[in-house]
C-alpha cells in the first residue's frame, strides 16, 4: 500500500498494518489533526518505508517522548513514534489505497466533541450540496 501528503512531496509504503485501526478522539490527535478524531493503526519499523520527501519532514513532541511526523510544506500529518518503539503509528487517512481492515475501537471517546454528527442522522451527498455554486 502507498500513502502520500496533500501536496505530495512525501510518500510511503507500507507492506501491512500491524495492529488494528482504531479512531482517537483525544484533544491532542483533534488538534494535530484539525479533525474530531484521527484514524491510525500501528506499523513495525520494516513494514513501513519512507519512497520520497524526507527532507521536507518536520515533527513535534506533542507528548513526553512521542514525535508526530507531518510534511513541512503542507502539513499533513503522516506518523508519529514514540522514542525507542520500533512501531509506527500510521495516520490511516494518508494512505491512497485500501487498507482492506476496518476500525475495531474507538478510544479517548471521553474526549469526544460534542458535536459530531456522522452518519444517517444527517444528509449525506456524493459531493457538493446541490444548492452549492
Ligand atoms: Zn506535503
Ligand atoms: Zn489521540
Not at 490527535?29 to 474530531?36: D, L, N, T
Not at 503522516?78 to 518503539?85: C, D, E, K, P
Amino acid at each position: 500500500m502507498r500513502g502520500s501528503c496533500l501536496c505530495g512531496q512525501v510518500e510511503y509504503e507500507v507492506t501491512q498494518l500491524d495492529s488494528p485501526i482504531r479512531h482517537c478522539s483525544c484533544r491532542t490527535c483533534r488538534k494535530a489533526h484539525a479533525a474530531a478524531f484521527n484514524t491510525s493503526a500501528g506499523v513495525q519499523r520494516e513494514h513501513f518505508k519512507w519512497r520520497k520527501g524526507t527532507e521536507v519532514l518536520k515533527s513535534f513532541e506533542s507528548s513526553p517522548g512521542k514525535r508526530r511526523y507531518f510534511c513541512g510544506n503542507c502539513g499533513s500529518q503522516l506518523v508519529a513514534q514514540r522514542n525507542g518503539s520500533e512501531m509506527f503509528i500510521l495516520r490511516v487517512a494518508t494512505l491512497d489505497d485500501d487498507p482492506g481492515q476496518r476500525p475495531e475501537a474507538q478510544i479517548w471517546a471521553s474526549d469526544e466533541v460534542p458535536w459530531l454528527e456522522h452518519g444517517p442522522q444527517i444528509p449525506s451527498y456524493p459531493e457538493w450540496t446541490p444548492q452549492h455554486k
